[in-house]
């Protein structure tokens, strides 16, 4: 049974960095069936999508065009997980965040018990 | 971006009525969609995805069907277990979308 276990702080400044990071049990981040995402949610936003990691003979990333440059996804493959870096946030970053394993035919089967991120100074 | 509207927003009925909630996609997504239940201080659980696909161990009272631009799920008959929010996503293209959600309660 894959799970996923998330990590990270909860408090985040203005201007700094997120970090999450999200470790997989049951099955590998080098999975050929697999694409390891990083959902947010927030009352103002909805749940919004914000990029993932897939291996497929060689590792591929997408991200949402308006984090793209400001967030990046990676996976580790020695540790059997994948993270989360958002950059410069500001308080509209505030939101709980998920993982989530996305299935070889577009669905979220399995997710994380999502992260709550405030960021305030 | 692919918009998903989903309406409506909330719904109060009673146990044992029928709850229709609709999707609908700016642009053509197929059968590309699923649905996720989400009860406070949860994560969404998925119910259906390629759009009519029930996930395994789902009850039978939830259903979806529909393609194209307009999607539906219906709850045939609401149980008191069946109160949460419910959220639709497109898989046809980056990035993937949700809709905004529907508040389901018993009245």
């Known amino acids: 049974q894959v799970q996923l276990q998330q990590s990270g702080p909860g408090l985040v400044r203005p201007a700094q960095s997120l970090s999450l990071t999200c470790g997989i049990s049951?099955?590998?981040?080098?999975?050929?069936?697999?694409?390891w995402n990083w959902i947010r949610q927030s009352p103002s936003r909805g749940l919004e999508w914000l990029g993932r990691?897939?291996?497929?003979?060689?590792?591929?990333?997408d991200y949402a065009a308006s984090l793209k440059g400001r967030m990046s996804v990676n996976p580790d493959t020695s540790k059997n997980q994948f993270s989360l870096q958002l950059n410069s946030v500001s308080p509209e970053d505030t939101a709980m965040y998920y993982c989530?394993?996305?299935?070889?035919?577009?669905?979220?089967?399995?997710w994380g018990r999502g992260t709550l991120v405030t960021v305030s100074s | 971006d692919i918009q998903m509207t989903q309406s409506p927003s909330s719904v109060s009925a009673n146990v044992g009525d029928r709850v229709t909630i609709t999707c609908q996609a700016s642009?053509?997504?197929?059968?590309?969609l699923n649905w996720y239940q989400q009860k406070p201080g949860e994560a969404p659980k998925l119910l259906i995805h390629?759009?009519?696909t029930l996930e395994t161990g789902v009850p039978s009272r939830f259903s979806g069907s529909g393609s194209g631009t307009v999607l539906t799920f219906t709850i045939s008959s609401l149980q008191r277990e069946d109160v949460g929010t419910y959220y639709c996503?497109?898989?046809?293209?980056?990035?993937?979308?949700f809709g905004g959600g529907t508040k389901v309660e018993i009245k």
């Open positions: 989530a394993r996305e299935e070889i035919t577009g669905e979220f089967r399995i």
């Open positions: 049951g099955d590998t981040v080098s999975s050929n069936s697999a694409a």
């Open positions: 990691t897939y291996y497929r003979s060689k590792w591929y990333y």
């Open positions: 642009q053509g997504i197929h059968n590309y």
């Open positions: 390629d759009a009519s």
């Open positions: 996503q497109q898989y046809e293209k980056l990035p993937l979308t």
